[in-house]
């Protein structure tokens, strides 16, 4: 099974959970094979079951590991009946020794051979790896929002085709990622600069609670491989903690310059914006725009434009702090804002677009003071 990962960094998070799902696996087939009895098969089906709910869970949009819903592909499918057929074969072998018909009674010194103490030490073993297991798949979705699976669709930034892609030559899956609106905000600053909170026009700097952005942007070429998009100009632009944009006339802050800029992809597709937690105004959750946008000299050659989405529970406590206090409680949130719950402008999502465009936060010091870390990954076609 391919495991999800925000970038080359996180990898060791991914492999740590596919070590701790194979050796828990081992530690159900062994007394299997040795006829360790039915309580070890009890131990067996329980794991396995945990680890099928744990995929289930992932396939479903909002859900609270990864608050997305992962991928549903006939490789994944394989995985989940194997482990089906796993669950019922050990149901069958423990019905049949329960009624003395599967297995020939071997002498009293091999079947004592597993005392209670190797019995409740390898229990223990297993419940850890189930523990851990469950610690890392969460820590997983706190930190990347990524569901487990194999590659995932990709919408093309110029219609609505869907395409498979995978990243090499690592086994990384990229997710989703549906188009939105532009909306009305949009200005061509072209400011090119990773610390968005400052104006540029007075040297102001905006206040609120410090969020970091790190976003990957993949490519897929025409084999179907996610490519790094190097040089791409990545646009964001956002409300400030009272809920306005800069150099909107009838915002009252024409002129002004805070909360928006740009950055070029590096070689690793990457980009990184420091800027603050967004505040609310009338109609919308919280969001985040972003436009992703390639040149051949001064010419366009496609262009890529959505919105990312905020975890509400994490929204009502930065809302409850000054200075976003000061502009009252948010009246919208994620389900109540009618784009995050519609369709994606490429017409791939047909409804909850938002549900896979939510940003993976987590709580990072700045400076001895409370704020985010917010990763994505984006696949478009731009080649």
């Known amino acids: 099974m391919t495991l999800a990962s925000n970038n080359l960094a996180l990898n060791a998070a991914s492999g740590i959970l596919f070590i701790v799902g194979g ?16 309580p070890w098969y009890y131990v067996g089906i329980i794991g396995t079951l945990f680890l099928v709910v744990i995929w289930v869970i992932t396939r479903m949009p909002g859900n609270p590991i990864t608050g997305r819903g992962g991928p549903v592909n006939s490789a994944a499918l394989i995985v989940e009946f194997s482990q089906a057929a796993f669950i019922v074969l050990l149901a069958a072998i423990s019905m049949l020794e329960g009624r003395g018909k599967f297995i020939v009674e071997k002498s009293n010194n091999i079947k004592r051979q597993h ?45 609505a085709i869907v395409q498979t892609c995978s990243l090499t030559p690592s086994l990384i899956e990229v997710e989703s990622t549906p188009q939105q609106i532009e909306g009305p905000y949009f200005v061509d600053e072209r400011l090119e600069r990773s610390d968005v909170r400052s104006d540029s026009s007075d040297g102001s700097v905006e206040g609120g609670i410090p969020l970091h952005l790190a976003i990957n942007i993949y490519d897929i070429d025409n084999a179907g491989s996610c490519i790094p998009l190097r040089n791409a100009q990545v646009d964001i632009w956002q409300a400030n903690s009272q809920g306005l944009y800069s150099d909107i006339a009838i915002l009252g802050t024409e002129g002004k310059k805070f909360l928006r800029g740009y950055q070029l992809t590096d070689s690793n597709g990457t980009v990184k914006f420091t800027t603050i937690y967004p505040g609310w105004y009338e109609g919308r959750a919280l969001h985040i725009h972003i436009k992703i946008r390639t040149f051949n000299g001064a010419e ?26 000061n502009h009252g409680p948010r009246p919208f949130t994620n389900n109540q804002d009618s784009f995050y719950t519609g369709p994606s402008t490429d017409g791939m999502v047909k409804n909850n677009s938002g549900s896979q465009l939510m940003l993976h936060l ?17 696949g478009l076609k731009a080649s």
């Open 23 to 38: 050796i828990a696996q081992i530690f159900w087939i062994i007394p299997l094979i040795r006829r360790w009895g039915r």
């Open 362 to 378: 987590r709580k990072v010091d700045v400076g001895g003071k409370l704020g985010y870390l917010g990763t994505f990954d984006v």
């Open 300 to 325: 366009k050659t496609s262009e890529w434009t959505s919105q990312f989405y905020l975890d509400d529970s994490i929204s009502d406590q930065v809302q409850s702090q000054p200075p976003y206090s």
């Open 115 to 159: 005392d209670s103490r190797q019995i409740s030490t390898l229990v223990g073993l297993v419940v850890v790896l189930i523990l851990v297991a469950s610690f890392v798949s969460t820590s997983m979705g706190l930190l990347m929002g990524l569901p487990l699976g194999q590659p995932i669709n990709f919408s093309s930034a110029n219609n």
